[in-house]
Nanobody, 122 residues
Framework: QLQLVDSGGGSVQAGGSLRLSCAAS????????RGWFRQAPGKEREFVAS????????YYDDSVRGRFTISRDNAKNTVYLQMTSLKTEDTAVYYC???????????????WGRGSQVTVSS
């Protein structure tokens, strides 16, 4: 079993930055692709970004490309989501995820964190 603990959420004004972290334990972290999803009130959970097990390949939803950066540190069993130029529409609960398969918008990952609230005010 893989356990994921995400952290780093908070409140920020539009144009600001936040960094989310997600620490993993329980299994070989480096073998899993990792991703971030988000869910805004009244909306379905949506894909934000993912990174391959090696860290060489990254993928982003169009809505965040150029503003968000996903990275991983396999030595620390941690994945990060650096969010810059935040917009009010980025407000959501952000969930980290992991799966043995490559994570895309159409893959429902096997493992999930509990979520971190990100609130962006105007």
């Amino acid at each position: 079993q893989l356990q994921l603990v995400d952290s780093g959420g908070g409140s920020v004004q539009a144009g600001g930055s936040l960094r989310l972290s997600c620490a993993a334990s329980g299994r070989t972290f480096s073998a899993y692709s990792r991703g971030w999803f988000r869910q805004a009130p009244g909306k379905e959970r949506e894909f934000v970004a993912s990174i391959s097990s090696s860290g060489e390949d990254t993928y982003y939803d169009d809505s965040v490309r150029g503003r968000f950066t996903i990275s991983r540190d396999n030595a620390k069993n941690t994945v990060y989501l650096q969010m810059t130029s935040l917009k009010t529409e980025d407000t959501a609960v952000y969930y980290c995820a992991a799966d043995p398969r490559p994570i895309t918008a159409t893959i429902f990952p096997a493992y999930w964190g509990r979520g971190s609230q990100v609130t962006v005010s105007s």
